[in-house]
């Protein structure tokens, strides 16, 4: 897959049955600091796509960016376990996430972001968890490969693939800032989007 062309479209504050393009959606989820917008932004070769911040938590709508004329709808998720909100504003955000996974009828698969420095945290499992509960198809990918050597990041991840019971081959690696790591996130993410479920074989 290559990705030609990308336009923001629209955000929502809140999300219900329906919302959305009529089209298939591959969401972005991750923790507040993780590398959200300069991913989306490297996946889609546009730099100002995305807006990054060094602020932890900027992101509190759910984003809707279509990629190549509306092919699929990447969907940016706010960042979730970040500190200095308050408790209302954390459980609103919460609640946005997950009626956006378990209501969205367009919804494919979700590419979840884990700082590959670091052992996936409580949330990262939480998030890993609800997929699986749900049945939503996902891919993980750890973000910063740039910060660590190639032996170190071979070690994080069998950390990350352990502690989210996975195998190291399932953690894919990016670094925006290398422009490393594309063809074969925007592979997974093809598979994703061309995958036929059982549930859709029985509804023909």
């Known amino acids: 897959m290559i990705i030609k062309n990308a336009k923001f ?9 329906g919302d959305g393009f009529g089209v298939s959606e591959i969401a972005v989820a991750g923790k507040s600091n993780v590398g959200k917008s300069s991913f989306i ?19 509190k709508l759910i984003n809707y960016f279509s990629m190549n004329n509306g092919e699929f709808m990447l969907v940016d998720l706010p960042g979730y376990g970040f ?38 945290t409580a949330l990262d499992k939480q998030m890993i968890a609800y997929l ?23 070690k994080q991840k069998s950390v990350i693939a352990n502690a989210l019971s996975m195998g190291t081959s399932d953690i894919l690696t990016v670094s925006a800032l290398k422009k490393e790591g594309k063809e074969a996130i925007l ?9 036929i479920s059982e549930d859709d074989e029985t509804d023909e």
């Open 41 to 59: 932004n490297y996946l889609a070769n546009y730099n100002g796509l995305a807006k990054t911040s060094a602020t932890p938590g900027k992101t």
């Open 83 to 120: 500190a200095k909100v308050g408790e209302d504003e954390k459980k609103k955000w919460d609640k946005m996430i997950g009626s956006y996974l378990t209501q969205s009828e367009n919804l494919k698969g979700v590419v979840v972001l884990v700082d590959v420095r670091h052992e996936p």
């Open 9 to 17: 479209m629209t955000s929502y504050a809140s999300f219900k049955k």
């Open 132 to 154: 699986h509960h749900y049945g939503v198809p996902f891919i993980v990918v750890a973000t910063k490969s740039d910060k660590l050597s190639k032996a170190q990041i071979a």
């Open 187 to 195: 592979e997974k993410i093809e598979n994703l989007l061309t995958f």
